[in-house]
């Protein structure tokens, strides 16, 4: 068997092992764990900030992209109406110059008509006169019938020279 004994040695070593004991709890152990346990509070912490600015960023990058997405579809709908109303205006303008033209052509025809119709009425008068002029030139000068018929001849030679009177 073994023998213990104790002696005031013992006791003091036993008393400085227990005060040693002691004081690393006090003074190591505690702060020891009382920084670890801080320290993993604190990456925690981090971790889940981490995560809210995950969730964040996806909610704000799923918002980016409803923005992008509703602006093309404005600028699709704003590319649609700016054609249709550039479509529309092209149709007015050509409906407008095809009524101006037509204006213009009746226009055109209707003082065509008024100077033919003048023409006409000129032409008219002169041939009376013209026949007049003759009928009073052939009685004026009662010659016969060959004199007659050369002046005749020159007097439509004139005409066709421009001549007239």
Not at 8 to 22: E, K, R, V, Y
Not at 84 to 102: L, N, P, S, V
Not at 111 to 140: H, N, P
Request: proline share 1%; aromatic share 8%; glycine share 2%.
């Amino acid at each position: 068997m073994i023998h213990l004994e104790f002696n005031l040695t013992s006791i003091l070593m036993l008393l400085q092992f227990i005060l040693l004991a002691f004081f690393l709890y006090k003074f190591l152990y505690k702060p020891f764990f009382k920084m670890s346990d801080e320290r993993r509070k604190r990456i925690q912490e981090d971790f889940s900030l981490a995560e809210k600015a995950k969730l964040e960023a996806e909610a704000s990058q799923r918002e980016a992209k409803q923005l992008l997405d509703n602006a093309v579809a404005q600028a699709e709908g704003i590319i649609a109406n700016a054609k249709k109303t550039a479509e529309d205006y092209a149709i007015r303008e050509r409906i407008d110059a095809k009524q101006k033209a037509e204006s213009l052509l009746r226009k055109a025809q209707e003082e065509i008509e008024a100077q033919k119709k003048e023409a006409i009425q000129e032409i008219s008068e002169k041939s009376v006169s013209l026949a007049v002029y003759l009928a009073s030139k052939l009685l004026e000068r009662q010659v016969d019938e060959k004199a007659q018929s050369e002046y005749l001849k020159s007097f439509l030679a004139k005409i066709k020279q421009g001549g007239g009177r």
